[in-house]
């Protein structure tokens, strides 16, 4: 099946710095993928949609400059957490639908990173 | 904002029993899927059930949706200690977005 390659899993950062989570679809082109955030023993929330070539669509109540998105080509799309502070602390997932014209409904998820925050 | 609702919350079974799972949502759905996550990392697709559908199997996982209920279930039949997961469903919306919304998800600990 589509594998979709995300990383770093873990990153430990001080308060004020920013972080790249980089995900990749490995075997396949993504125009769209898919960045949520999940809290401990808690459901995933979708954060927004990367567009390849276009901006990201976000979803109502997250921060676009908190949160930057970016899509350079068909298989990386980029989140930064800018200026992170413990409360971003979290395991964002990213996701993208693949790999081909029949079975795009089903989503292939990265292994997720874990971000704390000091 | 999540679409719906799962029970229960957590769920603790014997291995060998029978595990079943439901979901809720809300909004008229292109299809619903089953997604299974092991502790601490990323989602793996189970099943999906489309709108016009009622009744799907795949191995050991048996799916129902009742539209007309805005409910699915999941039965996963004699379980495994290597079940133990979280299970979420996620619903497609009308809108071919692509976009997933996840139900609140439920914790499956299989004791062997």
């Known amino acids: 099946g589509a594998v979709v390659s995300q990383h770093p899993s873990r990153v430990i950062c001080k308060s004020g710095t920013s972080v790249k989570i980089e995900c990749r679809s490995l075997d396949f082109q993504a125009t769209t993928m898919f960045w949520y955030r999940q809290f401990p023993k808690k459901s995933l929330m979708l954060m927004a949609t990367s567009n390849e070539g276009s901006k990201a669509t976000y979803e109502q109540g997250v921060e676009k400059d908190k949160f930057l998105i970016n899509h350079a080509s068909l298989t990386l799309s980029t989140l930064t957490v800018t200026s992170a502070h413990p409360e971003d602390s979290s395991f964002y997932i990213c996701?993208?639908?693949?790999?081909?014209?029949?079975?795009?409904?089903?989503?292939?998820f990265g292994a997720g990173t874990r971000l704390s925050v000091l | 904002s999540q679409q719906g609702e799962e029970d229960p919350q957590a769920l603790s079974i014997q291995e060998g029993e029978n595990a079943t799972m439901n979901c809720s949502y809300k909004t008229s759905i292109n299809n619903l899927q089953w997604y299974r996550q092991n502790s601490g990392r990323g989602l793996v697709h189970l099943i999906l059930i489309r709108s016009n559908e009622r009744e799907k199997h795949s191995g050991r996982l048996r799916v129902t949706l009742d539209t007309s209920k805005k409910s699915s279930s999941l039965l996963i039949t004699a379980s495994r200690a290597a079940d133990t997961a979280s299970y979420f469903c996620?619903?497609?919306?009308?809108?071919?977005?692509?976009?997933?919304?996840f139900g609140s998800g439920t914790r499956l600990l299989v004791r062997p």
């Open positions: 996620a619903t497609v919306w009308m809108d071919s977005s692509y976009k997933l919304i």
């Open positions: 996701s993208a639908p693949g790999g081909g014209p029949t079975i795009r409904d089903i989503q292939y």
